[in-house]
């Protein structure tokens, strides 16, 4: 599975980004699409996730009100708005999404995906 990853880029304090994530596999079926980020000299953390049917969407508290996550199952495909940017948002955000298929012999197999990553850097 792949998962490429765009809209990155440089933009100015209280800027805005949006970023998508497309899974390639057919295999699969996702159930949680979401982001997380890494910024400089820090562990990753979570962002922003949400599941299949858009019912449960789980985001940090520093991003509430400023970003929203949304998804195009049909696509496999998960997009990330961000507005009003801050410099403490720069990082490198990563797509992950995880899914599940069953062998032949019937039992489930589920796995998670790492993107590439893509990076945003946020001008104070």
């Known amino acids: 599975v792949q998962l490429q990853a765009s809209g990155g880029g440089l933009v100015q304090t209280e800027g805005s980004l949006t970023l998508s994530c497309t899974a390639s596999?057919?295999?699969?079926?996702?159930?949680?699409m979401g982001w997380h980020r890494q910024a400089p000299g820090k562990q990753r953390e979570l962002v922003a996730t949400m599941s299949t049917s858009g019912g449960v969407t789980k985001s940090a508290d520093s991003v509430k009100g400023r970003f929203t996550i949304s998804r195009d199952s049909a696509k496999n495909t998960v997009y990330l708005q961000m507005n009003s940017l801050k410099p403490e948002d720069t990082a490198v955000y990563y797509c992950?999404?995880?899914?599940?298929?069953?062998?032949?012999?019937?039992?489930?197999?589920?796995?998670?995906?790492w993107g590439q990553g893509t990076l945003v850097t946020v001008s104070s």
């Open positions: 992950r999404a995880q899914g599940y298929y069953y062998r032949d012999d019937g039992a489930p197999v589920v796995q998670g995906f």
């Open positions: 596999e057919s295999r699969f079926t996702f159930t949680d």
